[in-house]
């Protein structure tokens, strides 16, 4: 059973870079694309992006020109870092998968980080 | 992007009901459609996917159809822990957009 674990500040400062990391558990690292999700009250459910093991990307055009998910497969870890933030990235940031075998469906889900951007 | 449009928004139901849920892309998405159930303060469950499949560990009462721009998700015989918010979300194209969510009530 996979197992999805996020970390990182509860708070941001605008202006600044929201930085979490996504813990695997018990999963091959290439069978997913590793996706960020996130929700607020205002918007629901929005696709952030993924990313491949072999290092590709796919970023919500929404986002993008602030996004950047990386990997490290070697800790069997992968992060999302969000720049320049404001009031409107306050939300809970869900890391999940995306598979390919199952339609691009999501079928594991962490149990999110609730991040709040306030001074 | 393509967008998923739901109905009802918010759906009030008895235990026992027959219950549909319907999603409308902007687009056509084939059969690439996806219904997530979300519990308060929990993360979103996988319960279809490819527009009719189960997933695994998902009751039977539970099932989908529709290919194109036009799903339904229908939940045969209500039962209590049934009341949750229901989302589509197709993943034809990146972004993978998300409805708006249906909030099925007591």
Redesign the interface.
Known sequence: QVQLQESGPGVVKPSETLSLTCSISSASIGTYYWTWVRQSPGK????I?YIYYRGST?Y???LKSRVTISMDTSKKLFTLNLSSVTAADTAVY?C?T?NPG??????Y????ALVTVSS | ?IQMTQSPSSLSASVGDRVIITCRASQNIN??L?W?QQSPG?????LI??AS?L?GGVPSRFSGSGSGTDFILTISSLRPDDFATY?C?Q?FT????????TNLEI
């Not at chain 2, 990146?94 to 969510?101: A, K």
């Open positions: 629901g459910l929005e696709w992006g796919n919500n055009p929404s869900y999940a995306t199952f339609g691009d469906s999501s079928d889900w962490g149990q999110g | 992007d059969r690439h996806n997530y929990k993360a979103p469950k996988l996917y490819a499949n997933q989302f979300q993943s990146t972004p993978h957009t998300f409805g708006q969510g």
